[in-house]
């Protein structure tokens, strides 16, 4: 199943859930009206029936079930409304401590740059991490909207407790719970879940604050533990919810971590350390059933009925089938005592660069490369991150030179352009800010092609902790500066347009739709312009430009011929159009992907500028795409 064909099958997958609330919803206001005329009952007369005692009070249990039916409704809309926010809502509500960029601690440094060169192997922005400094058991989690506004948060004991290798397989596990959307199914799960859990929470305020004695203290007891126990009916249709939808996800995302580090050693290491230590993967915080379906690791300890994980031993046999437990008490013995410490070391060897052009790119295998990252991908980005100048990374990661960064990258060769890019910038930020933004263009002249997104892609999450405000500044003032010289650039529009998705998805991270549901018919003038513009940008001529563009349009339309048309504003054109082309249903957008690789590799080669075009395409139709692109077989 590929990345485009998850999609489809998350988006059923959230219609199951919401049928299966309605369903918990009404079990539970039956219940609560059960309980009600039970109550009514109880305090009639004793000559009388059931249903006399009750009927005379219809409208009033009319009233209740409705009332409860708005009471679950509204727990569950506060609840999505505070964790509208993102992924760090969830992981600083469980106690997470957010890692700095320019973090020196060599164990958060080592998780650091996990996560860094998972991010940028996967195409996807470096998400806010966190760790849960109190918890001693093994585990994570990824949390968020979308992958702009991703947290990943791990346990104290992970850090502790795991290799570099181990720690490696458990964040490539849970990216793949980004790539593949499951971030925002859980987030509504965890709404839905809550406004269930309400009618029990009230049931057991009831019970606590009643006094025993009095003429209504009986009654008020009875109605409180029958809320409790109704309320119990809907914790347990939650718990199965949650069982049925996270299950079978837990086992794509085993197999996807070892296909992307092409290695078993550390996923299945971390699960059987899980397995062997004495606190396992349990949390100890309170709010670990809340969150149970998004850990890697059972936080909770359900019974299979409830368990929202396979079990530890076949997560390991799937992975390695040769595993037997008996393995694991000679291990246990080591990794509970209580010096056993893993190793914080980050070593690694630094491989050469890939060639600035990739030739032999087939749509099909650039398809298969979307949320779905290899080995040969993440190689890769370990090469950019451990090629990019330390200089540069500190640069990156730093909250005062960050923004300067950005605008280093921008700034032109030509002496009178950048005379007025400097204007704009003082203008704007200061000539403090000027002074750092040219010291930081000297050390990114010679930096090489492929490096430049990558660098910009660690200096998005260390700009997302400024203040709302001056990030919108300073994405017009990146948009005034590519304009300086009266036209914008292949890179220049590139970053602009990436920094665009990055904050606006950041910035309203609930906003961001999970999928699409335009045909591509419908936005048919909006894919020739696209075309259009890869096309013109992979040629030199204008015959070789409209044969690359056939190209592309054949995959989409067989049986219809379109001219290319270059408007002379295409950026702002194209703009428009990428935010129109993400509505497109899923397999759509793989339709289009194709085609677009199709049109790039007309003449055999792709350039770094041209996938720089596909990659922030990809990127604004929030389909995740590597650095370095599959050739064919």
């Known amino acids: 199943m590929n990345f485009f064909e998850h999609q489809a099958q998350a988006r059923a997958q959230s219609r199951w859930m919401m049928w299966a609330f309605a369903f918990s919803v009404l079990l539970t206001v039956l219940g609560v009206v ?12 004793q000559e ?12 009033m249990l009319l009233a209740t079930g409705l009332g409860v039916a708005a009471v679950i409704a509204l727990g569950s809309l506060y609840k999505i409304a505070r964790l509208k926010s993102g992924g760090g809502t969830v ?23 996990i996560v860094e060169e998972i991010a940028i192997a996967s195409g996807v922005p470096v998400p806010e991490i966190y760790v849960l400094e109190r918890e001693a058991g093994i585990n994570a989690f990824a949390a968020g909207y979308a992958p702009a506004d991703a947290a990943v948060a791990v346990t ?5 407790k795991l290799s570099r290798d181990e720690l490696q397989g458990v964040i490539a596990h849970e990216f793949s719970h980004v790539l593949n959307g499951d971030m925002r199914l859980n987030i509504r799960l965890m709404g839905l879940i809550f406004g ?9 305020e009831i019970v606590n604050n009643t006094p025993r004695g009095g003429k209504r203290g009986p009654t008020l007891a009875v109605a409180g533990f029958g809320l409790m126990m109704v309320g119990g009916i809907g914790m347990l249709c939650g718990r199965l919810i949650k069982a049925r939808i996270s299950r079978q996800r837990e086992y794509l995302a085993d197999a996807s971590a070892v296909q992307f580090t092409r290695q078993t050693v550390g996923l299945a290491g971390a699960l059987k350390k899980i397995a062997g230590i004495e606190a396992g993967s349990k949390l100890e915080g309170k709010s670990g059933e809340e969150i149970s379906h998004m850990l890697f690791g059972d936080g909770v300890g359900y019974s299979w009925l409830f368990a929202t994980h396979p079990p530890l031993i076949e997560r390991i046999q799937r992975i390695e089938p040769q595993f037997r437990p008996a393995q694991l008490k000679a291990a246990a013995v080591q990794w509970n005592a209580p010096d056993f410490y893993s190793d914080a070391g980050d070593e690694g060897p630094v491989k050469f660069l890939a060639p600035a052009a990739t030739r032999g790119i087939t749509p099909a295998a650039v398809v298969s490369q979307v949320g779905h990252p290899g080995a040969d991908d993440y190689r890769y980005a370990e090469t950019l991150h451990a090629t990019i100048p330390q200089a540069l990374r500190e640069a990156a990661q730093s909250d005062a030179e960050a923004p300067a960064l950005l605008l280093a990258l921008l700034l032109d060769a030509d002496r009178d352009i950048a005379a007025r890019q400097r204007e704009a910038i003082a203008a704007v930020r200061g000539a403090a800010e000027v002074a750092r933004v040219l010291v930081l263009h000297r050390q990114t002249e010679n930096l090489h092609a492929a490096l430049r997104l990558p660098l910009a892609a660690l200096a998005f999450p260390t700009l997302r902790q400024r203040p709302a405000a001056e990030l919108v500044a300073l994405q017009t003032l990146v948009n005034t500066l590519a304009q300086a010289d009266g036209c914008i650039g292949a890179f220049e529009f590139v970053l602009a347009r990436m920094l665009s998705v990055q904050l606006g998805d950041w910035l309203a991270p609930a906003a961001t739709a999970a999928t699409g549901k335009q045909r591509l018919a419908a ?14 940008a992979g040629s ?5 430009a409209r044969r690359a563009f056939a190209a592309g349009w054949a995959h989409l339309w067989p049986q219809s011929t379109r001219a290319p048309a270059l408007p002379v504003d295409w950026p702002k054109a194209l703009d428009a159009a990428l935010t129109r082309l ?23 080669r792709v350039t770094i500028g041209e996938a720089e075009l596909l990659r922030v395409t990809a990127a604004s139709l929030h389909c995740p795409l590597p650095p370095a692109l599959a050739g064919g077989a």
Not at 34 to 45: E, Q
Not at 529 to 536: G, K, Y
Not at 540 to 544: E, K, N, P, T, W
Not at 582 to 602: R, Y
């Open 48 to 59: 009388m029936t059931l249903g006399d005692a009750t009927l005379p009070h219809l409208p």
């Open 196 to 204: 269930l859990l309400v009618i029990h929470l009230i049931g057991r």
């Open 582 to 604: 993400d509505t497109l249903m899923p397999l759509a957008k793989q339709m289009l992907i194709e085609a677009l690789v199709k049109t790039l590799a007309h003449d055999g």
């Open 34 to 45: 059960a309980i009600l005329a039970v109550t009514l009952a109880f305090g009639a007369a």
């Open 523 to 536: 936005l048919a003038d909006d894919a020739a312009l696209l075309l259009s513009v890869l096309a013109d």
């Open 156 to 160: 104290r004991g992970a850090l502790e």
């Open 540 to 544: 030199a001529r204008g015959d070789a």
């Open 91 to 113: 992981a600083s509500g469980l106690g997470g401590v957010l890692v700095p960029p320019e973090t020196r601690e060599p164990r958060l440094r080592r998780l650091r740059n």
